[in-house]
């Protein structure tokens, strides 16, 4: 561990700073907060620290110094190096990680600079010979005398604590780099190792910021195979740039230029705020606010008003500019279509889009537009408008995220009118704006459909009869049925007669009647894509059926408990043993299985998800992971995925398997391209995928090569002597070895004790702790899941908790060598291990032996752990320093407010000078 005068872990840890706020919540002078936390029995541990060949931290100074200095005594308590260090941790390869103001250099044991101070963190050096350091700003390896054996990447991050213990590897955190698919060639695009930022395709090329800081960099633009095709240094911006065409826009401190590829510009003006539009031209805001179109040369071609410049939205070729008084329709050759409106509304029609206006009672049809920009409403339709209040059918508002205009049915009985008239004159009939923009009315109509979806629009006639109209607003089913329902594709149910006689035919959309069996007529139930459903009986006995409409014949028998409608040709059902998926010939596309519980759900393409452990009608807490249905096939595709899959371009799905990681399948379930770690962030662009990653750790070696890739989302801990770590991914907990592989099959949330060449696994199911060797056999279980207590692991024991929360200790054999006696136990160090038992002794510590005894009687209110045959512990504000036999060699005292060393009879031989009342500090 570092210590220091602000104990900043690993880079500026203070675990001491933190307690201070909690442990003095009077009012302290900042001189001698650190020193009253060195005489607190719950801080005090922080101020003196193991031994390491031969040498102890330990911090010293007086209540007067802001904060106090780190220097070392050696195994008799005797100053050897004397207080000068912010900053220091043990002495390892005979070197020792020391911070003078704000730098960290290497000392020897005679506290002479070996490496003077240059590095703004540092950590141990291993055997052979090469230490973890930052300078510059980069993570570097260095040999012991200083020099820089290797320079880690921008995106390697120091914050571990290096080679721990010496070991050979040193756990590094590494921003990953993001990834670029695309479904449609199925490939990953191919990126330098400096890429630490990608953008969206923009005019064929990928934007890319290449790093040249640990959290900084420039952005330049990428090839479809991964070469630069405008560098970074070209454009030397921070801000992601927009290409549109030949033309760069880069934005700069504040304020965007024009450039062209080569980094040269192409103007001299400079603007708040740019947006690339589909022609080649932008959108762009001027030093004084004012909204401008420019074409693709950056000639301005007209100023828009503020008043029209609200909010730029997109309709397929077409960009919109809304204000509170009026918008701009913007076409792909730079067409401007000013309309002027109050508080407009913008409505998605089909091709069309409206434009309304709503300040008032009721919103004013300004005009309707197709895609071509060709206004479709002559001025005496809309001076008519004014006498209804309009109602367009199928319409949305339309947003940034609208969908791309479609293309209007041509055939005008497949498609509904405009809109629904009501007049504001009640004693006129209802009206509709047909397909030919024309007002249109019947004095037979008396009422529409209020909701219609689908054409023909419904009517209700004066004389109580119903018929259908087309768009332009012809009848296409005369007015001779009493009703008729909303049509489901081609089909619908009509009736005759009065409710006495009521009789129910099957009609299309021309009104003509469809013979249908009486049986079928009699059982049927509902339409579906030219199905009729039918059922048969009652409640639990009650079975569903198909029959074929165009056909005229039974594609299933009554067999289906339940049976929902077709979607895309396929419709969830179910059978005594579970839910399956039927298609349109009446057969089963994904059968049901008895061993599969849960419904399956729709995702697109004849692909159904469905998780596996859902139960019906239950929900439950437990994660689900989903299966993978391909309908066209009946195959399950995927298995175990830790999320729903999501839809990319044609035929593909983003996956995360229940193994980790990320993929990217095709409808057999055949992976594209994958990734072993789980995205942070995901955006879908068409066929296009981007991912973005968090920070992961890996494991470096000596000369600073890979031995475990960065996969995972904690640092590494290798225990010896196995060397072997519990590696966290994704909240995922596998068993490594020192290459990366998995050492043991079966054993993943193993996790490797310390000192013992041996596994701890919890058995959830039995409610017991389980002890391996390293092959995996059995050697023992315990009472009670983390019944070990594996942090504690140490000289080949380990602490073991009962069922009333006692520690005792076991052995590598299994065999309990000391009996749970005790409230709180430490690891075991030099033989001894600190030890509380509350009954007999209080909250006080002591040291017991491997005989469970008591070697030194509990008399400290904290203590430490044995290194090399000594430990410090303490009570009533000073800190002894203790060896195996329970002598004590030198304490450490606060006297006249300032920290000193003395011998057991209290005599002061550190400093030299006598400390006093009256030159040690205030009274």
Not at 468 to 497: H, L, R
Request: glycine fraction near 10%; aromatic fraction near 8%; hydrophobic fraction near 40%.
């Amino acid at each position: 561990m570092i210590c220091s005068d602000t104990f900043k872990h690993l880079r500026n840890f203070s675990a001491l700073a933190l307690v201070l706020n909690a442990t003095f919540s009077f009012p302290v002078h900042a001189e001698d907060a650190w020193l009253r936390a060195c005489s607190n029995a719950k801080t005090a541990e922080k101020c003196q620290l193991p031994f390491q060949q031969g040498l102890s931290p330990v911090l010293m100074g007086s209540a007067q110094d802001a904060s106090g200095l780190w220097g070392y005594v050696d195994l008799t308590g005797h100053m050897v190096i004397n207080p000068a260090f912010r900053e220091v941790r043990g002495f390892v390869n005979d070197l020792a990680v020391a911070r003078k103001d704000d730098l960290f250099g290497y000392i020897d044991k005679k506290g002479h600079w070996a490496i003077e101070p240059r590095f703004t963190h540092a950590t141990d050096f291993n055997p052979q010979g090469t230490a973890l350091v930052v300078t510059d700003s980069r993570a570097a390896l260095i040999d012991r005398k200083g020099a820089v054996v290797k320079t880690l990447p921008f995106s390697a991050y120091l914050n571990s604590e290096g080679f721990v213990k010496g070991q050979s590897l040193a756990s590094v955190q590494v921003q990953v780099s993001p990834a670029l698919w695309n479904a449609e060639t199925g490939r990953s695009l191919a990126l330098p190792d400096d890429v630490m930022g990608l953008g969206k395709p923009q005019s064929g090329l990928i934007p890319a910021q290449k790093r040249d800081g640990a959290d900084s960099g420039y952005w330049g633009f990428l090839d479809q195979n991964g070469e630069w095709a405008i560098d970074p240094m070209t454009l030397k911006t921070r801000n992601m740039p927009i290409l549109n065409g030949d033309t760069v826009a880069v934005k700069g401190k504040t304020e965007w230029g024009f450039f062209d590829k080569q980094g040269v510009a192409l103007s001299k003006e400079q603007y708040k705020s740019v947006s690339a539009l589909k022609s080649g031209s932008w959108l762009v805001t001027d030093s004084n606010n004012v909204l401008q179109l420019l074409d693709n040369k950056l000639a301005k071609l007209k100023d828009i008003l503020a008043e029209q410049s609200g909010k730029s939205l997109v309709w397929g070729d077409w960009v919109i500019t809304k204000g509170t008084k009026g918008i701009n329709l913007i076409g792909p050759q730079n067409q401007i279509i000013n309309i002027k409106a109050s508080k407009p509304q913008l409505l998605q029609q089909g091709q069309w889009l409206w434009v309304m206006q709503t300040d008032g009672k009721s919103a004013q049809v300004i005009q309707i537009y197709d895609n071509n920009g060709v206004a479709l409403l002559a001025a005496p339709v809309l001076s008519a408008l004014r006498d209804y209040q309009v109602h367009p059918l199928d319409a949305t508002v339309l947003r940034d995220n609208s969908v791309t205009p479609v293309k209007e049915a041509a055939d005008a009985s497949h498609s509904l009118p405009w809109a629904l008239l009501k007049p504001n004159d009640n004693k006129k009939p209802p009206a509709i704006l047909t397909s030919h923009g024309e007002v249109l009315s019947d004095p037979q109509w008396a009422t529409f459909d209020r909701d219609p979806r689908q054409a023909p629009l419904l009517v209700h006639t004066e004389n109580h009869k119903m018929g259908a109209i087309d768009a332009s607003g012809k009848w296409v089913i005369q007015p001779t049925f009493t009703q008729i329902m909303p049509f489901e594709g081609e089909y619908s149910w009509a009736y005759t007669g009065d409710k006495e006689a009521e009789e129910k035919h099957l009609i299309d959309r021309a009104g003509n009647i469809i013979d249908v069996p009486a049986p079928i007529l009699q059982s049927s139930q509902r339409i579906s894509s030219g199905v009729v459903l039918t059922a048969q009986g009652d409640g639990k006995d009650r079975r569903w059926g198909l029959w074929d409409i165009q056909s005229k014949s039974i594609l299933g028998v009554p067999q289906f408990n339940e049976l929902e409608d077709f979607h895309e040709g396929y419709a969830l059902a179910k059978a005594d043993n579970g839910w399956g998926v039927v298609g349109l010939s009446g057969k089963w596309a994904i059968a049901p299985d008895a061993n599969r519980q849960g419904k399956p759900e729709y995702i697109g393409d004849a692909m159904f998800i469905m998780a596996d452990d859902e139960q019906p009608d239950q929900h439950t807490d437990a994660a689900s992971h989903f299966n993978i249905f391909n309908a066209v096939n009946g195959q399950n595709i995927a298995t175990g995925l830790l999320n729903k899959p999501v839809n990319v371009g044609k035929e593909h799905w983003l996956v995360q398997p229940a193994s980790g990681g990320v993929a990217l399948i095709d409808n057999d379930g055949r992976a594209a391209v994958s990734k072993a770690i789980v995205p942070s962030s995901t955006d879908i662009d068409g066929e296009w995928v981007l991912l973005g990653f968090g920070p992961r750790f890996g494991a470096i070696d000596g000369q600073g090569e890979w031995q475990v890739q960065p996969l995972y989302s904690a640092a590494l801990n290798f225990v010896q002597p196995l060397n072997w770590a519990s590696a966290v991914s994704d909240n995922r907990v596998t068993l490594i070895d020192s290459t990366g592989g998995e050492p043991l099959t079966g054993f993943e949330t193993a996790e490797p004790l310390p000192s013992m060449a041996r596994l701890a696994l919890n058995d959830t199911n039995t409610g017991e702790t389980i002890l391996f060797d390293s092959t995996g056999h059995e050697i023992q279980r315990y009472a009670g899941v983390d019944s070990l207590q594996i942090n504690h692991a140490s000289e080949g024991t380990v602490p073991l908790r009962d069922s009333k929360g006692l520690y005792g200790f076991i052995d590598a054999s299994g065999k309990k060598i000391i009996g749970p006696y005790f409230d709180n136990v430490g690891p075991v160090k030099d033989g001894l291990a600190k030890a509380v038992k509350q009954s007999t002794y209080g909250s006080n510590y002591g040291f017991i032996n491997l005989g469970g005894r008591f070697a030194m009687a509990p008399a400290f209110e904290w203590a430490g752990d044995f290194s090399e045959k000594r430990v410090w512990a303490g009570m009533k504000g000073q800190a002894q320093l203790l060896n195996t036999n329970g002598s004590v060699v030198v304490q450490l005292q606060v006297r006249c407010n300032q920290r000193i060393i003395t011998d057991t009879e209290g005599h002061q031989f550190w400093p030299v000078k006598p400390v006093t009342c009256a030159n040690g500090g205030t009274q």
